[in-house]
């Protein structure tokens, strides 16, 4: 389906479900198109795949969004999207939300981008937080996974992880990275992997 905000904004959004999967204004979608809105001071709590926007997008062109405020979860949080994931792609949006990540997987903008995914001309400016070990935090996406990519894009938060972070990405593996930075602060309390850019590799 194809879901057209018109440029509207939706204020105070509040999700308190921190037991469930796919928590968001959308929790999951599938073969859509989700465009022109934009949410400011959600406080959105879930599970696993959690986004202010969407939780967990499938095959899901998401374009012209925004978010600030606070996102919450356990695996997979990000300030717009959770999980952006199966051909599904990420384009000229931002999120200024603070992202936790009890265990693993947040990014300022989507807590993943895997399988054929695509993050296109968007930033995020908010601060990340990944508690677990082999945590993956990153400005922009916990991952970019399975040849996917990150264009024309930015991070400008702090990132902070136990294991694996980086000021745009915590791991690159089979992607590709054009065009893109990050300016943030990124910092580890235990591992290695710890990058301005791209916390790790492959």
């Known amino acids: 389906g194809k879901f057209d905000g018109l440029n509207h904004t939706i204020s105070n959004l509040n999700i308190n479900r921190p037991l469930?999967?796919?928590?968001?204004?959308?929790?999951?979608?599938?073969?859509?198109?989700?465009?022109?809105?934009?949410?400011?001071?959600?406080?959105v709590r879930g599970n696993r795949r959690v986004g202010a926007l969407i939780g967990e997008a499938?095959?899901?062109?998401?374009?012209?969004?925004?978010?600030?405020?606070q996102v919450k979860g356990y695996?997979?949080?990000?300030?717009l999207v959770g999980a952006n994931?199966?051909?599904?792609?990420?384009?000229?949006?931002?999120?200024?939300?603070?992202?936790?990540a009890t265990d693993s997987f947040a990014g300022g903008l989507s807590g993943?981008?895997?399988?054929?995914?695509?993050?296109?001309?968007?930033?995020?400016?908010g601060d990340v937080t990944a508690q677990g070990t082999n945590s993956q935090a990153g400005g922009l996406s916990g991952n970019n996974y399975g040849n996917s990519t990150i264009l024309n894009s930015y991070a400008t938060g702090k990132v902070?992880?136990?294991?694996i972070a980086g000021g745009?990405?915590?791991?690159?593996?089979?992607?590709?990275?054009?065009?893109?930075?990050?300016?943030?602060?990124?910092s580890i309390s235990t591992g290695t992997q710890q990058g301005g850019l791209v916390g790790q590799t492959g």
């Not at 929790?27 to 934009?38: E, H, P, S, V, Y």
């Not at 993943?112 to 400016?125: G, H, L, M």
């Not at 902070?160 to 294991?163: A, I, L, P, S």
């Not at 690159?172 to 990124?186: F, I, L, M, P, R």
């Open 20 to 43: 469930q999967d796919d928590v968001g204004l959308f929790g999951a979608t599938n073969n859509a198109t989700i465009q022109n809105i934009g949410l400011i001071q959600a406080n």
């Open 58 to 69: 499938n095959s899901t062109n998401t374009s012209n969004a925004f978010s600030t405020g």
């Open 168 to 186: 745009l990405l915590g791991n690159n593996d089979s992607s590709t990275v054009e065009n893109s930075y990050a300016t943030g602060q990124v």
């Open 112 to 125: 993943a981008n895997e399988n054929s995914s695509r993050i296109e001309n968007s930033y995020a400016t």
């Open 160 to 163: 902070t992880g136990v294991d």
């Open 85 to 100: 994931q199966n051909q599904s792609s990420i384009l000229s949006s931002y999120s200024n939300a603070q992202v936790t």
């Open 75 to 79: 695996q997979i949080v990000g300030g």
